[in-house]
T-cell receptor, first 114, second 115 residues
Framework: DGGITQSPKYLFRKEGQNVTLSCEQN?????MYWYRQDPGQGLRLIYY???????QKGDIAEGYSVSREKKESFPLTVTSAQKNPTAFYLC?????????????FGPGTRLTVL | AQTVTQSQPEMSVQEAETVTLSCTYD???????LFWYKQPPSRQMILVIR??????QNATENRFSVNFQKAAKSFSLKISDSQLGDAAMYFC????????????FGKGTLLTVNP
């Protein structure tokens, strides 16, 4: 089955530690995205990548880093510089242009900082 | 920068009745797309309906339809014959035309369906 997988589903981290969230897709989509969701805030864009080896900052990139070494994978690292990392993180991807311009979402990762 | 506003943090509807969720957006562009996404308690985001700005005809998908008022920059979602499974958080989203597909979301409306 084609789709987007995010792992782990729940993640706990101690303050001061970096943590990496995984996002993999087998849909052959070019573009991938990371969003953060907080209660009452909707989804806010952290980083996005439209092609391998290239990515751009979104609206709230501070304290986060990404890489895009393979088309299928777009991991997000939450660094110790992120002041309030506890949130729900969603990864998404989009196929090449044309009719299918919607974003497809993964199931999300809930990160809790202890 | 584009912004999306959902003025109703919470709404409720009786089963089998109709409810309308509001969304307004701010843009100076003429080529864009609008979406409604549903997020049930599982937290999986599901596309409900989309609208291309250049199309005057309102989009419909079964019990879901939109009222797209381009001049007023309004994009409301109407759910007819509401079902218990419609209970979810609903997000309105905006995307600029062209090859950059990043979305700007509203803060969401939590819909409760009462039996």
């Amino acid at each position: 089955d084609g789709g987007i997988t995010q792992s782990p589903k729940y993640l706990f981290r101690k303050e001061g530690q970096n943590v990496t969230l995984s996002c993999e897709q087998n849909l052959n989509h070019d573009a991938m995205y990371w969003y953060r969701q907080d209660p009452g805030q909707g989804l806010r864009l952290i980083y996005y990548s439209q092609i391998v080896n290239d990515f751009q900052k979104g609206d709230i990139a501070e304290g986060y880093s990404v890489s895009r070494e393979k088309k299928e994978s777009f991991p997000l690292t939450v660094t110790s510089a992120q002041k309030n990392p506890t949130a729900f993180y969603l990864c998404a991807s989009t196929p090449p242009g044309g009719f299918y311009n919607e974003q497809f979402f993964g199931p999300g990762t809930r990160l809790t900082v202890l | 920068a584009q912004t999306v506003t959902q003025s109703q943090p919470e709404m409720s509807v009786q089963e089998a009745e109709t409810v309308t969720l509001s969304c307004t957006y701010d843009t100076s562009e003429s080529d864009y797309y609008l979406f409604w996404y549903k997020q049930p308690p599982s937290r999986q985001m599901i596309l409900v309906i989309r609208q291309e700005a250049y199309k005057q005809q309102n989009a419909t998908e079964n019990r879901f339809s939109v009222n797209f008022q381009k001049a007023a920059k309004s994009f409301s979602l109407k759910i007819s014959d509401s079902q218990l499974g419609d209970a979810a958080m609903y997000f309105c989203a905006y995307r600029l035309g062209g090859s950059n597909y990043k979305l700007t979301f509203g803060k969401g409306t939590l819909l409760t369906v009462n039996p």
